[in-house]
């Protein structure tokens, strides 16, 4: 039986980037789309192609994507999603999530969330300028799941596309279980549709999730996809024959386009191996694989290892 879920490609900065997404989903169907990495030009910058390059739709043919915004300035943004717009974008999604202390410390991503006010005053000057749909990707909250609760109620006068919430506060980072209980809440306070994130690693989770949370119908994925390439495809009841053959295919492939791409093995190895901090986990000891993919200095060395993996 084939599972008609909504499936989505999480942004997972430095790894699914418009060629892996590519890639990705020729060997590994079952996403319905992707929310790619955010972008942030400042309205100073000229524009050129290679600052667009991960949402440039000719870049985008094997996997539709939205284009989501990092910018908290009302003007900053209008200027990139009015370029966006022009490249034929019927949507941008406002990153509100980002855990990183790089950017939370800026009070952007899930940074923002504990000053409501700003939130609703840059929607107050973003949405009726906008001309396109806006989504919104967020946590629980940066330090407390308090702010969602206070925050959801408030965004119900907005005409939002949808809200994707991942289970845990921004503090966090990746650590913890996903709060469960504060999702439930979420989808009482919100009359939007909501899509549900976080720590969907196996079929059988996936399937717990959609009986706990009979209204959520969209789904975005991951990690679990990283560390299980073959996950999207088992939800949807794809089979596959061979799946270390594809697996393999998939790597050489990726491995071969970004060669084509990057100066050097330095910048070659170190756009593949962030890649298996996640993929190692389909190969226990996931520790020790890590470990020796991370010592690897050359490509041969990387590659013969690889192939043992995959062999």
């Given at each position: ?141 940066y330090e407390n799941p308090r702010e969602i609760f206070a925050l959801l109620p408030q ?47 196996t079929k059988e989770t996936f399937r717990e999730l959609q009986q706990l949370f009979p ?55 170190g756009r593949m191996k962030p890649l298996w901090i996640h993929l190692a986990e389909s ?29």
């Open positions: 039986m084939t599972d008609t879920a909504n499936l989505i490609l999480a942004p997972i900065r430095g790894i699914t980037d418009c060629h892996f997404r590519s890639i990705f989903q020729t060997y590994f169907p079952g996403f319905n789309s992707a929310l790619a990495p955010f972008i942030n030009p400042q309205r100073s910058s000229s524009f050129q192609p290679k600052q667009l390059k991960d949402v440039l739709p000719e870049n985008n043919q094997a996997l539709p994507i939205r284009p989501p915004l990092l910018h908290t300035n009302p003007e900053d943004f209008l200027f990139l999603a009015y370029r966006l717009q022009n490249l034929g974008y019927k949507e941008v999604n406002w990153n509100l999530g980002c855990p990183a202390p790089m950017v939370t410390k800026k009070q952007r991503g899930s940074g923002l969330l504990p000053f409501p006010d700003r939130i609703l005053s840059f929607l107050d000057q973003v949405i009726p300028k906008l001309g396109i749909k806006l989504s919104i990707k967020t946590r629980l909250g965004l119900n006068q907005y005409p939002l596309a949808d809200i994707i919430i991942h289970g845990r506060l921004g503090c966090q980072m990746y650590r913890g279980d996903i709060d469960r209980n504060s999702f439930a809440r979420c989808l009482n306070l919100s009359d939007h549709v909501i899509v549900y994130n976080g720590d969907i690693t209204a959520v119908h969209r789904w975005m994925i991951g990690r679990g996809a990283l560390a299980n390439p073959f996950l999207p495809g088992e939800i949807k009841g794809i089979t596959t024959t061979d799946p270390q053959q594809h697996l393999r295919e998939f790597h050489h492939e990726l491995y071969s386009c970004y060669r084509d791409l990057l100066d050097g093995p330095a910048h070659l190895l190969f226990p000891p996931q520790q020790k694989v890590w470990k020796k993919i991370k010592k690897c200095k050359t490509e041969d060395k990387y590659l013969d290892l690889v192939d043992s993996l995959l062999k």
